[in-house]
């Protein structure tokens, strides 16, 4: 089969653009990963370097994907039965995370790891429907998007994407304040998040 990227393939220019960029041997590796996925119908919404890729322009796409699921172990088997190989993520501490799928340049983030309601979330309705490499997948949206980079503390670089969302004019200012609101037990800093709403640019406001 012949992988190739074209630009009436994906919902987004800026993110076709990106992966048109990378490395041929990645290329192919993303999109055999991308079709195995689709293939086994596995449940999980693209997080990450490519989701802030999906909505602004000045971001460059690291050579990875990053997936958020709830069905790591359901993967875990279906990647052995095709005698794929993967490895462990973990934390700094030593906490497991998920698991790297080399082959794939994907990473799978076990939604049991980190702020559970949060990921909980955004596997059951904090995620848009989109096109990318000719597949049907699932993204985190753009308000989720941002909280979640608001919640990462001493990442200079998800700072740096959570406040270029928030003046990007993507971003709906009602649905980023009623993710907050249906969340606020389990945000850190729920009232921080919600000023943060005043520095959101959108078309219609």
Known sequence: MVYRIRRDHFDSTHLFKEMSLMESEVTIKVLKGLEWFNTNNINAVIIGGAAV????EERTLTP??????????????KLGRDEIS????????GKPLGISIPSFEIDLLDSNSGNKELNKYLLRKGYQITLIAGYIMKIIS????CI?????????????????????RVLNRTAYLKIIDDLRNSLKDSETLKAYSGMIKQLNP
């Open 142 to 145: 753009p308000e989720a998007l």
């Open 148 to 168: 979640m980079k608001l919640s990462i503390s001493g990442r200079e670089k998800d700072e740096k994407d959570a406040f270029a969302l928030l003046q990007s």
């Open 86 to 93: 993967y490895t462990k993520l973990a934390s700094c501490g």
């Open 64 to 77: 990875d994907i990053d997936f958020l699921t709830d069905d790591i172990d359901s993967i875990k088997d």
């Open 53 to 56: 890729c999906q909505y602004l």
